[in-house]
C-alpha cells in the first residue's frame, strides 16, 4: 500500500481545493450583498432595531445554523427569510432577492407592510409565501402563481386584498395550505381539486357562488362569513338559494290571506305549548337541583369532584351557586351545540383519566354529543377577564390538526374546557399502551403521517399565537389524538397564559428544555425541542419518560437523545414492531435527522419550526416515491447500516 501512486497529483489537487474554497467564499459573500440591500429598503431604518446582527464582514449561514436573525439557513445557503413579528415596513425588494438560488420559503407575517402583493413571481422555485396580518391591498394579478411548480403553502389571510381570488392557484399541484381569510376577495372560489390540500380558509371575504366540490369535506368554518356562498360543507342548497318566486307564479289575494290565517293559529299554538312547558319545567326544579348520573368506571372520586367542585353539598351554599354559576356555561364556536351546565351534570360521565393538570371525562349529552370535560385547578395565572379573552383567541383557531375548544366554565377554584370526543385514543396509548391489544402497532406511512400532521398544527400555533412564547408549551404524545384515519389531533396547547406558573414549570414539557434547566425559562424554540422529542420517540418506539430522573428533566431527556445514537445505532434503532419499512429506511433516517435538529441541546443550533416542516413535508413512504428528500442526494447510501454514528451526528448538530 505504501508504494501505490495517489490518482491526484499533489498540485491539482491543491488547485481544486482553493478554486472550491474560493467559489463558496464568493458565494457566501454575495448572500450578504444581497441581503444588505434587502434591509436598506426596509423601515424603521433599515430594520436596524430588530436586524441588528444584518452586518458587513459576517456571513449569515454556518452549514444549518443561523448567524443572522430570521435567516433560515440549509448546507450553508440562505433557505429562507422569516422576519415575523418586527413592525416592519417599507419596500419588500424581490427583485433583490433573485440572487439568492436556495431561496425556497418567505415569511414576513405580523408587520406593518402596505401596498400591492410583492412580486412573488420572480422567484418561481418558492415553495411558501407567508404574507398574513399586514396591509397589502388592492387586486392579485390572476396569472402570480402560473411559474411555480413546487408552491405548497400560501398564506394571504388578514390583509385587505380585493377583486377576485387567481385562478392560477388551481395549478398548484402541490398545494397544501391556502390561507385567503379576512380579505376583501370577490366572486366566486376557484374549482381546487388538489388531493393533498388539507387547509384552506376563505372565510371573511365577499365571496358567492358554489363551493367548488374539492372542497366539500372541508370545515364549514373555513367559508363563513362571506356574501352568497352555497352548497357543502355549507348548509345552504344552492338549488334553493338561487331560485325565487316568478312573475307568473304570484300567489292569488285570496290565497295570501288563508296563508296568514293560518301562519298566525300556528303562532299561537306554539306560544300556547310553550307557556304550559315553562309552568310545568318549573314545578319540577323548585325541590331542587338535579344530581347528576356519574358511571364511575376508573376512579368513582374523580368523578364525585367533578359534580362536588361545581355544585356545592350544602344546602346553604346550593341556591347560590345555582343562582350565580350554572348557565355560565361560555361557548366560543358559533355552531356549536349548545347545552347548559345542568346537562353536562345530568350526562353519564366516564373518567378518561387523571394527571398532572386535572381530570378528564367523557359525558355522553342526552340527545346529543359525546364531549370531553376537563377540570382544571391550577389554572390561576389570571383574572376572570384575560382569562376569558384568551378563551375566544382559542375558539377562533381552526385547524385539521388542533382540537377545538367548543366551550369553558370558570370558577375562581377551578376551570372547566369542553372540547369534542375523539375515540381513538391518544398516540401514547398506541405506542406503549396497546398490552394484549389486538389493535396492530403504528406502520412507517401512519407514523409519517402523525408526525406531518403535528407539525402542520404546531406551525399554526406558532403563525397563529406569536405573541406567546411557547405557543404549544406541553407537547407530548399523550397529547396527541389520534381519529378514525389516524390523522392526529393536538389538545393541551396555548394553555400557559392562563395556568398557575409555578406549576407550569413543574409539570409542562417545554418547561424541561435544556435551556429552561438552564437559564430558568422557556424560549421560541422550546415547542420545537418538545417535537424533537416527539419525533425520536415515534421512530424509536421508547418512552422518554423512562429516561427522566427526578429534578433533572432537561438534562436527561437530552442524554435520553444522545444514547438513540451512541448506545443503540445498531441498525436496530427503529421500533421493531414498525411494519411497512420496506424501501423506507433511508426516509426514516432523513426524519430521525430532523428528529435530533429539533432537540439540539444548542438553542443556536437547534432547527428552526420552519426548516423542519418543510423538510418533514419532503418525505415520502417509500424513497423511490415521485419526489425526493431535500435532505440527501440520490446518490446517498440512505440505509440506517449505511450511516455511520458520527456522520448522523454531524448531519444533525451542524
Sequence with gaps: MAGRASPWPPGLLMVILTLMASSLHLSHSKDV?????????????????????????????????????????????????QLENMKLSGDLSIDVLVDLPALRTLSFMNNDFEGPMPDIEKLPALKSIYL????????????????????????LSHNQFTGRIPTSLVGLRRLLELRLDDNKFEGPIPDLRQPQLYLVNMSYNNLEGPIPAGLSKMQASMFEGNKNLCGPPLDISCGSSQVGPSSSSKPSPALLVIIIVIAIGVLLAI????????????????????????????????????????VESSAGTTKKVAKEEHGKLMFVKERAPRFELQDLLKASAEVLGSGNFGSSY??????????VVKRFNKMNGVGREDFQEHMRRLGRLSHPNLLPLVAYYYRKEEKLLVTDYIPNGSLAHMLHGRGGSTIPPLDWPTRLKIVKGVARGLAFLYEELP???????????????????????????????????????????????????ERGRPC??????????????????????????????????????????????????????????????????KLLQVGLGCCEMDVEKRWDLRMALDKIEELREKENDEEDSSLATDGEANTSKAMTEDELLFSANN
Design 271 to 310: 306560544i300556547g305549548v310553550i307557556f304550559f312547558m315553562l309552568r310545568g319545567s318549573r314545578k319540577q326544579m323548585e325541590p331542587g337541583l338535579v344530581s347528576p348520573a356519574i358511571t364511575r368506571k376508573s376512579d368513582p372520586s374523580e368523578a364525585d369532584k367533578l359534580e362536588q367542585g361545581s
Design 33 to 81: 450583498d444581497v441581503l444588505l440591500k434587502f434591509k436598506e429598503r426596509l423601515a424603521p431604518n433599515g430594520g436596524d432595531a430588530v436586524l441588528q446582527n444584518w452586518v458587513a464582514g459576517s456571513t449569515p449561514c454556518n452549514v444549518n445554523v443561523s448567524l443572522w436573525t430570521g435567516v433560515i439557513c440549509d448546507t450553508g445557503d440562505v433557505y429562507g427569510l
Design 132 to 155: 398574513s396580518n399586514n396591509r397589502f391591498s388592492g387586486e392579485i394579478a390572476d396569472g402570480v402563481f402560473k411559474k411555480f411548480r413546487s408552491m405548497k403553502k400560501v398564506h
Design 362 to 371: 367523557k359525558a355522553i349529552l342526552f340527545d346529543g354529543p359525546a364531549v
Design 524 to 589: 421560541r424554540k422550546s415547542d420545537v425541542w418538545s417535537f424533537g422529542i416527539l419525533i425520536l420517540e415515534i421512530l424509536t418506539g421508547k418512552f422518554p419518560a423512562n429516561y427522566l430522573r427526578q429534578g433533572r428533566a432537561g438534562t436527561d431527556l437530552a442524554s435520553w437523545v444522545n444514547s438513540v445514537v451512541r448506545e443503540e445505532w445498531t441498525g436496530e434503532v427503529f421500533d421493531n414492531e414498525m411494519s411497512g419499512t420496506k424501501n423506507g429506511e433511508g426516509e426514516m433516517l
Design 467 to 517: 405573541m406567546l412564547t411557547v405557543p404549544h408549551g406541553h407537547l407530548k404524545s399523550s397529547n396527541v389524538l389520534l381519529d378514525d384515519s389516524y390523522e392526529p389531533v393536538l389538545t393541551d396547547y396555548a394553555l400557559v397564559p392562563v395556568m398557575n406558573q409555578t406549576h407550569a414549570s413543574q409539570i409542562m414539557v417545554a418547561y424541561k428544555s435544556p435551556e429552561c434547566a
